[in-house]
């Protein structure tokens, strides 16, 4: 069993695992450790559940068998089971795009109640997609998205309309030539889900190409589609200050956290926590107090500064301060384990998709059709729960941290407009060529129970900013780096010295001592975020993606979702960290296609798009070669080292 300080650097997460086993109750760390016998087979990637003749499982000493009963060899079974791995990432951004989807759809032809909130990203999508917006109402316009947007479930032939609106054409030429470009996004998931199943495809490089379809349908229909139509539905994120950590929530109020992903749901939890705040009140208490876990926390700090309680490894920690009286969950990154500890307590588990239920768990229907409904039934829940707290029990961590959060690309070019009003990203260049930004990292990805919680993360993004590198973050890592004041002007004390006086520059401009050094640019999805601010200084200096100076990064890496996006950004060009082994290990050619340079090993990544995966379980070592690669790309861009 390791030491609550082993297993996170949050002290109030410590304090809440003290807690927690004092009063017999089990967190994932628990279990983590419990878990921490893995099969050998499994974590190299070949094992085969994939029919009834097996498993199967290859040796990886040589001394057992080579094959499948079916006679699959490791090769396939690796990329196989890769496949499987993105695939289910994918599917469950693009359901997250098509949610969003059907809510603006519902919503500007009266049956949901929703707002446009950004009419001129609307506006902008409408004419990217070719829509003549000419004698259109506002909500005409936004049907008219909607309809594009729903075609990429359902076209039969040619390419999501996503991708052709937000890709590079010059990378566009690049995934035609290789036949991997995606048709609808529906079809490349069942189709990937065929190819991969008993008897379909063996070969192990078509199989990695159609990885790549996966991870591009995860690119647009999932990022991509779910963060612009969730901007036109309620706002593009700006400047916004907020507070992080278990110190967030409150003892005097009525706590509601709001976990997984789509804010569709979380937004309506917000308002209809602030409509009943005379009942909290009523109650005694102080108001009502909506706090946020994972991305649907990152989803409503963005754009309505939301406090954040914590990430993913910690997400069974604020019920433990007993002081959590329901907790809104939708999907995606929900621990089962959730209803376990809140049965320990007073809180209230309310699951809200028909498709994602936890027995013990309290199911109130979200659509959004009855969005209202629900929401009120959800807060009036927490209400009622409050009543049957037991204050004996309640003990709330006191540390917590401010920081900035709502950089958009809008929040970004209107903010160095004020430097450059014709060419806002003239002076951010600058900076990247005279080296003050040496590069630009995206931090991404998740926490992981069997890692100890934010170390990873903080620790790459600390040592990178010390050498002038710009961090743009999302996810959970970005939850990690908020917690740790690197999301905060404070942050700058951990820079070198070119990258401090350009945050101190930017800071000037909105009346701060200096901008963070690690910018929160949102969600899971809103790695669409980070491709469009790539895209935008790419395109500025007349290159691809692929040359820049950055890369991104994922040191505490769980979920699927994480390594379909990290496949995203290698078709980009974008080299790719991992701090945690995925599956592949057992297939030569599979981890060599992903991890060796260009001539190294034949076909790879690298050679195709530029790219690569790099992974590394020490922090240093890892944000050294990410130096060591962003250096690389600088010197070919004819920059200085
Ligand atoms: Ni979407 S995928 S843990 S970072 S919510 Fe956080 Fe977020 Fe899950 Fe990984
Ligand atoms: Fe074994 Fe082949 Fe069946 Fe997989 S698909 S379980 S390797 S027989």
Same mark, same amino acid.
């Given at each position: 069993?390791? !030491?609550?300080?082993?297993?996170?650097?949050?002290?109030?997460?410590?304090e809440?695992?003290?807690?927690?086993?004092?009063?017999?109750?089990?967190?994932?760390?628990?279990?983590?450790?419990?878990?921490?016998?893995?099969?050998?087979?499994?974590?190299?990637?070949?094992?085969?559940?994939?029919?009834?003749?097996?498993?199967?499982?290859?040796?990886?000493?040589?001394? +057992?068998?080579?094959?499948?009963?079916?006679?699959?060899?490791?090769?396939?079974?690796?990329?196989?089971?890769?496949?499987?791995?993105?695939?289910?990432?994918?599917?469950?951004?693009?359901?997250?795009?098509?949610?969003?989807?059907?809510?603006?759809?519902?919503?500007?032809?009266?049956?949901? *109640?929703?707002?446009?909130?950004?009419?001129?990203?609307?506006?902008?999508?409408?004419? $990217?997609?070719?829509?003549?917006?000419? +004698?259109?109402?506002? #909500?005409?316009?936004?049907?008219?998205?909607? @309809?594009?947007? @729903?075609?990429d479930?359902?076209?039969?032939?040619?390419?999501?309309?996503?991708?052709?609106?937000?890709?590079?054409? !010059?990378?566009?030429?690049?995934?035609?030539?290789?036949?991997?470009?995606?048709? #609808?996004?529906?079809?490349?998931?069942? !189709?990937?889900?065929?190819?991969?199943a008993?008897?379909?495809?063996?070969?192990?490089?078509?199989?990695?190409?159609?990885i790549?379809?996966? =991870? @591009?349908?995860?690119?647009?229909?999932?990022?991509?589609?779910?963060?612009? /139509?969730?901007?036109?539905?309620?706002?593009?994120?700006?400047?916004?200050?907020?507070?992080?950590?278990?110190?967030?929530?409150?003892?005097?109020?009525?706590?509601?956290?709001?976990?997984?992903?789509?804010?569709? /749901?979380?937004?309506?939890?917000?308002?209809?926590?602030?409509?009943?705040?005379g009942?909290?009140?009523?109650?005694?208490?102080? +108001?009502?107090?909506?706090?946020?876990?994972?991305?649907?926390g990152?989803e409503?700090?963005?754009?309505?500064?939301?406090?954040?309680?914590?990430?993913?490894?910690?997400?069974?920690l604020?019920?433990?301060?007993? %002081?959590?009286?329901?907790?809104?969950?939708?999907?995606?990154?929900?621990?089962?384990?959730?209803?376990?500890? =809140?049965?320990?307590?007073?809180?209230?588990?309310?699951?809200?998709?028909?498709?994602?239920?936890?027995?013990?768990?309290?199911?109130?229907?979200?659509?959004?059709?009855?969005?209202?409904?629900? =929401?009120?039934?959800?807060?009036?829940?927490?209400?009622?729960?409050?009543?049957?707290?037991?204050?004996?029990?309640?003990?709330?961590?006191?540390?917590?941290?401010?920081?900035?959060?709502?950089?958009?690309t809008?929040q970004?070019?209107g903010?160095?407009?004020?430097?450059?009003?014709?060419?806002?990203?003239? *002076?951010?260049?600058? %900076?990247?060529?005279?080296g003050?930004?040496?590069?630009?990292? =995206?931090?991404?990805?998740?926490?992981?129970?069997?890692?100890?919680?934010?170390?990873?993360?903080?620790?790459?993004?600390?040592?990178?900013?010390?050498?002038?590198?710009?961090?743009? $973050?999302?996810?959970?890592?970005?939850?990690?780096?908020?917690?740790?004041?690197?999301?905060?002007p404070?942050?700058?004390e951990?820079?070198g010295?070119?990258?401090?006086?350009?945050?101190?520059?930017?800071?000037?401009?909105?009346?701060? *001592?200096?901008?963070?050094?690690?910018?929160?640019?949102?969600?899971?999805?809103?790695?669409?975020?980070?491709?469009?601010?790539?895209?935008?200084?790419?395109?500025?200096?007349?290159?691809?993606?692929?040359?820049?100076?950055?890369?991104?990064?994922? *040191?505490?890496t769980?979920?699927?979702?994480?390594? %379909?996006?990290?496949?995203?950004?290698?078709?980009?060009?974008?080299?790719?960290?991992?701090?945690?082994?995925?599956?592949? +290990?057992?297939?030569?050619?599979?981890?060599?296609?992903?991890?060796?340079?260009?001539?190294?090993?034949?076909?790879?990544?690298?050679? @195709?798009?530029?790219?690569? /995966?790099?992974?590394?379980?020490?922090?240093?070592?890892?944000?050294?070669?990410?130096?060591?690669?962003? #250096?690389?790309k600088?010197?070919?861009?004819? /920059?200085?080292?």
């Amino acid at each position: 069993m390791r !030491k609550p300080e082993e297993r996170t650097i949050d002290y109030g997460v410590q304090e809440m695992l003290v807690k927690a086993r004092e009063e017999g109750i089990e967190t994932a760390f628990d279990r983590a450790d419990a878990a921490n016998n893995r099969c050998k087979f499994g974590m190299e990637g070949v094992c085969c559940k994939g029919c009834l003749e097996g498993p199967c499982r290859i040796s990886l000493n040589g001394k +057992g068998p080579a094959l499948g009963v079916c006679g699959a060899d490791a090769d396939s079974i690796v990329a196989r089971n890769l496949l499987a791995t993105v695939v289910e990432g994918a599917a469950s951004h693009a359901e997250h795009g098509r949610e969003v989807v059907l809510t603006l759809l519902k919503a500007v032809r009266g049956q949901a *109640p929703y707002k446009i909130a950004d009419e001129e990203k609307l506006y902008s999508l409408a004419s $990217g997609l070719g829509i003549d917006t000419d +004698g259109l109402t506002v #909500n005409q316009v936004a049907e008219q998205v909607a @309809l594009k947007a @729903l075609e990429d479930f359902q076209k039969q032939e040619g390419v999501l309309n996503w991708l052709k609106l937000k890709a590079q054409d !010059k990378t566009v030429a690049k995934w035609e030539k290789l036949g991997i470009l995606p048709v #609808n996004a529906h079809l490349e998931i069942a !189709k990937a889900v065929k190819r991969q199943a008993m008897g379909c495809d063996a070969d192990p490089v078509n199989l990695l190409k159609g990885i790549l379809t996966v =991870a @591009l349908v995860d690119g647009y229909s999932g990022l991509h589609m779910s963060t612009d /139509l969730q901007d036109v539905l309620f706002g593009s994120p700006q400047l916004v200050r907020s507070e992080y950590k278990l110190g967030v929530i409150k003892r005097e109020y009525v706590n509601i956290m709001v976990h997984g992903h789509v804010p569709v /749901l979380s937004e309506k939890v917000v308002e209809w926590a602030q409509k009943l705040h005379g009942e909290a009140l009523q109650l005694g208490a102080k +108001g009502i107090n909506v706090v946020g876990v994972c991305c649907s926390g990152n989803e409503v700090l963005m754009r309505r500064g939301i406090p954040v309680a914590t990430n993913f490894a910690s997400q069974e920690l604020p019920i433990v301060t007993g %002081a959590v009286d329901a907790a809104v969950v939708d999907a995606q990154c929900i621990m089962p384990g959730l209803t376990k500890v =809140a049965g320990c307590y007073h809180t209230a588990v309310i699951t809200t998709m028909p498709y994602v239920k936890i027995p013990g768990a309290i199911h109130i229907e979200f659509n959004p059709r009855a969005a209202d409904d629900a =929401a009120e039934k959800i807060v009036r829940l927490a209400l009622d729960r409050y009543q049957q707290r037991d204050e004996a029990r309640i003990r709330i961590p006191e540390d917590k941290i401010e920081v900035y959060a709502g950089f958009s690309t809008k929040q970004i070019t209107g903010l160095l407009q004020k430097l450059n009003k014709e060419r806002p990203l003239q *002076p951010l260049v600058e %900076a990247m060529e005279k080296g003050d930004i040496y590069g630009i990292v =995206a931090l991404v990805g998740c926490t992981n129970p069997r890692t100890k919680q934010d170390w990873a993360n903080t620790e790459v993004a600390k040592y990178l900013m010390r050498n002038n590198v710009l961090i743009v $973050g999302t996810g959970c890592a970005a939850h990690s780096l908020a917690k740790f004041g690197l999301m905060s002007p404070q942050g700058v004390e951990y820079c070198g010295s070119g990258l401090r006086r350009v945050m101190e520059t930017l800071g000037g401009l909105v009346d701060l *001592p200096a901008l963070p050094p690690a910018w929160h640019m949102g969600s899971c999805v809103d790695n669409s975020r980070i491709d469009e601010l790539l895209i935008a200084v790419a395109d500025y200096l007349g290159v691809e993606v692929s040359r820049l100076p950055v890369a991104a990064s994922s *040191p505490e890496t769980h979920h699927p979702k994480a390594i %379909a996006i990290g496949s995203y950004f290698l078709t980009q060009g974008v080299d790719v960290h991992v701090g945690v082994k995925p599956p592949v +290990g057992g297939s030569e050619l599979v981890s060599k296609a992903l991890t060796a340079g260009a001539g190294e090993y034949g076909l790879t990544m690298e050679e @195709l798009f530029g790219g690569k /995966l790099i992974v590394e379980e020490d922090p240093v070592l890892a944000a050294q070669k990410l130096l060591e690669r962003i #250096n690389r790309k600088r010197k070919a861009l004819g /920059l200085s080292a």
